[in-house]
T-cell receptor
Framework: SQQGEEDPQALSIQEGENATMNCSYK?????LQWYRQNSGRGLVHLIL?????REKHSGRLRVTLDTSKKSSSLLITASRAADTASYFC???????????FGKGITLSVRP | EAQVTQNPRYLITVTGKKLTVTCSQN?????MSWYRQDPGLGLRQIYY???????DKGDVPEGYKVSRKEKRNFPLILESPSPNQTSLYFC???????????????FGPGTRLTVL
């Protein structure tokens, strides 16, 4: 069953702009992870944020987690054409080790 | 280089012809998993393994088998492939037995399977 739901489904921005992607989930989690996938290729891990954390940064990426609203956001600042990809949020419930992925957001960054 | 490898990367086969997709990781990870990715459905877990000789079903295990005889290898077996198993398949691994419950997953490059 799909737990994470990303929003929007597709996003198109100009190079240099910021991109914000959202993820909502239904049940409690141990952690939430964001992955990137370039067309037809393997997923690459971006950030893991645990349920007791509120914000994490990695380079141009910033992830926030609001467990009261069961939502997370991924912000990519100063986007580049190379950021064009699909982005997935994935949640891991507290009780088991399964990772459940959302359907993904397609980000297009125009040069 | 630390990585997860899959073979073959592309495969076209016919209904009913048994096939195996291999997966190997060189990071000494405990946890391994198989996913399939279909348009509009995202990634769905097929099977996972928390340790050698320990495997369990994911969300969509029907039509698939796995084995974990060694820590590094986790092959996916389709005994009698059908067209609805046409998909993009990913193998992934995590350092600890708790898997994604606590850790990042490292993904292989994917195997694109077409069943005619």
């Amino acid at each position: 069953s799909q737990q994470g739901e990303e929003d929007p489904q597709a996003l198109s921005i100009q190079e240099g702009e910021n991109a914000t992607m959202n993820c909502s989930y239904k049940t409690s989690i141990n952690n939430l992870q964001w992955y990137r996938q370039n067309s037809g290729r393997g997923l690459v891990h971006l950030i893991l944020i645990r349920s007791n954390e509120r914000e994490k940064h990695s380079g141009r990426l910033r992830v926030t987690l609001d467990t009261s609203k069961k939502s997370s956001s991924l912000l990519i600042t100063a986007s580049r054409a190379a950021d064009t990809a699909s982005y997935f949020c994935a949640t891991a419930p507290e009780a088991n080790s399964k990772l459940t992925f959302g359907k993904g957001i397609t980000l297009s960054v125009r040069p | 280089e630390a990585q997860v490898t899959q073979n073959p990367r592309y495969l076209i086969t016919v209904t009913g012809k048994k096939l195996t997709v291999t997966c190997s990781q060189n990071m000494n990870h405990e946890y391994m998993s198989w996913y399939r990715q279909d348009p509009g459905l995202g990634l769905r877990q097929i099977y996972y393994s928390m340790n050698v000789e320990v495997t369990d079903k994911g969300d969509v295990p029907e039509g698939y088998k796995v084995s974990r005889k060694e820590k590094r290898n986790f092959p996916l077996i389709l005994e009698s492939p059908s067209p609805n198993q046409t998909s993009l398949y990913f193998c992934a691994s995590s350092p600890r037995t708790s898997g994604a419950g606590t850790d990042t997953q490292y993904f292989g490059p994917g195997t694109r399977l077409t069943v005619l």
